[in-house]
């Protein structure tokens, strides 16, 4: 193989990879409808797709289709697959299920204070880290993201991951927003009630349970 198609097949998979890397930012944080979501959904050209005027085809044509190909395949396959939005209870574990619920509430509860240092015993540190300097973000340009009115609905998928971590799927909803502190106006999300789904995944001591990674679902 020449070098040059090894350089483009290592690009092409670079691109791939990173296109779809799953967005655990913050919990309040991380929802679709508001503040520190990034990215999604969607082909971002970035205007680097080009052809030229003759209608031939160009180098960027070979890069930027396939890409879009199997951007589209891998969309459809992973629909099929993703967890969805449920409600009720499939833990059958009344005092695992209340564990999780309190630490969510307390956690959001603590993400719209501005302030994680009262539930820093429900994270696992490198996850606390990262949720805390993004809290740091919003108050440098002057920002808060709010997230109210949780109620979590359903408690599903529940995996054990070894002899100490599990996951399971929070169904739940929320009014999430992020406003400037200083005039007051709206910088995304609403002051709506809406529906969202994530996955936590939690160590357990046997005692105690603490959240060390977050996925977010589109709903």
């Not at 085809?57 to 993703?82: A, E, H, Q």
């Not at 299920?97 to 540190?125: H, R, T």
Request: with cysteine; charged share 25%; net charge positive.
């Amino acid at each position: 193989m020449r070098k040059n198609q090894k350089l483009f097949i290592t690009i092409l998979i670079a691109i791939i990879f990173f296109a779809f890397i799953p967005h655990a930012y913050a919990t309040a944080g991380g929802f679709h409808g508001g503040g520190g979501f990034h990215g999604g959904g969607g082909y971002h050209g970035g205007g680097h797709y080009s052809s030229s005027s003759s209608g031939r085809t160009t180098f960027w044509d070979f890069i930027w289709i396939p890409i879009i190909i199997l951007y589209l395949l891998f969309g459809v396959v992973s629909s099929k697959f993703s967890s969805k939005y449920k409600r009720g209870d499939t833990l059958g574990n009344r005092e695992l299920s209340s564990k999780i619920k309190n630490n969510f509430i307390e956690i959001q509860k603590a993400w719209d204070k501005e302030n994680l240092i009262s539930v820093l015993g429900l994270y696992e540190d490198k996850l606390f880290t990262k949720h805390s300097k993004i809290l740091e973000t919003y108050s440098r340009k002057g920002q808060v993201n709010h997230t109210r009115e949780v109620n979590v609905v359903g408690l599903n998928r529940y995996k054990k991951m070894g002899s100490s971590k599990f996951s399971v799927d929070i169904s739940f909803t929320a009014v999430d927003f992020v406003l400037d502190k200083k005039t007051n106006k709206l910088i995304t999300g609403g002051r709506n009630n809406r529906r969202f789904l994530q996955r936590w995944t939690f160590t357990d001591d046997g005692y105690n349970i603490k959240v060390c990674k977050i996925k977010e679902f589109k709903v």
